[in-house]
C-alpha cells in the first residue's frame, strides 16, 4: 500500500519562528487533508487540499501531486500552534483507503 | 451546528465488559467511520458506513461491530473489551463515500484493564 512519510517527527520552535512541514507520499492520491492534534487530543481540520496551494491566516499548504509531496507552511508560529500535525491521503483508484501520517510533533516555546 | 459528536469522552472497562461508542453528526453526511488512534501509529480504521445501510470493514475490525442506525449516527460495539482495545477512538464523517473533507469527533478514551 502506499506509504506516507512525514518529517521532521519533532520539532521544537520559538515562538515567533516560521517552519515547514513536510508530507511525501508513495503514490498517486486523490485526496489530501492536514489536520492539527492539539494537546487535549483534539483532530482539528486544517487544508483539504489535493493540489495546489490555499492559505488560512498563519498557515498555508501546498500540495504537489506530481511529486508526490504537501507542505504544510506555518508563519510567526504561536504556543497554541503546539501539538501534532498529521497529513492524511486517499489512494488513486482505492477510494476507501485512507493513510495517515505518523505525524509532526510541534513544540513551540514562549 | 455541533458537527460529530462523540460519547462518552472518557471510560474505563473491565476484560470481558461490553460497551457501545456513540456517534452522531449533524451535517447530513453520507459517509461516516470508526478510527483508533494508539500512541506513535497515527490513525487506523476499523469499519466505516458509506451510507445509511451499509456497513464494511476497515483495516482493524476484529473485536467490534457496528451499526448505521439512521444518517446521523453511528455506533461502535465492542462485545467483549480486551487490553489490546485500549485506546482512543475517533469517529469521521464525510459528504460522500470515498475520503472527500473529513470533520472528526472529539474522541473517546477507553481504558480496558
Known amino acids: 500500500g502506499i506509504q506516507v512519510e512525514q518529517s521532521p517527527p519533532d520539532l521544537i520552535l520559538q515562538e515567533g519562528a516560521n517552519s515547514t512541514l513536510r508530507c511525501n507520499f508513495s503514490d498517486s492520491v486523490n485526496n489530501l487533508q492536514w489536520f492539527h492534534q492539539n494537546p487535549w487530543g483534539q483532530l482539528i481540520n486544517l487544508f483539504y487540499?489535493?493540489?495546489g496551494t490555499k492559505q488560512n491566516g498563519r498557515l498555508s499548504a501546498t500540495t504537489v501531486a506530481t511529486e508526490r509531496y504537501s507542505l504544510l507552511y506555518i508563519s510567526s508560529s504561536q504556543t497554541t500552534d503546539s501539538g501534532v500535525y498529521f497529513c492524511?491521503?486517499?489512494?488513486?483508484?482505492?477510494?476507501?483507503?485512507?493513510?495517515f501520517g505518523t505525524g509532526t510533533k510541534l513544540q513551540v516555546i514562549p | 451546528n455541533a458537527g460529530v459528536t462523540q460519547t462518552p469522552k472518557f471510560q474505563v472497562l473491565k476484560t470481558g465488559q461490553s460497551m457501545t461508542l456513540q456517534c452522531a453528526q449533524d451535517?447530513?453526511?453520507?459517509?461516516m467511520y470508526w478510527y483508533r488512534q494508539d500512541p506513535g501509529m497515527g490513525l487506523r480504521l476499523i469499519y466505516y458506513s458509506a451510507s445509511e445501510g451499509t456497513t464494511d470493514k476497515g483495516e482493524v475490525p476484529n473485536g467490534y461491530n457496528v451499526s448505521r442506525l439512521n444518517k446521523r449516527e453511528f455506533s461502535l460495539r465492542l462485545e467483549s473489551a480486551a487490553p489490546s482495545q485500549t485506546s482512543v477512538y475517533f469517529c469521521?464523517?464525510?459528504?460522500?463515500?470515498?475520503?472527500?473533507?473529513?470533520?472528526f469527533g472529539q474522541g473517546t478514551r477507553l481504558t480496558v484493564v
Open positions: 469521521a464523517s464525510m459528504v460522500r463515500e470515498g475520503w472527500t473533507e473529513a470533520f
Open positions: 451535517m447530513n453526511h453520507n459517509s
Open positions: 487540499i489535493p493540489s
Open positions: 492524511a491521503v486517499v489512494e488513486s483508484g482505492g477510494y476507501q483507503k485512507v493513510t
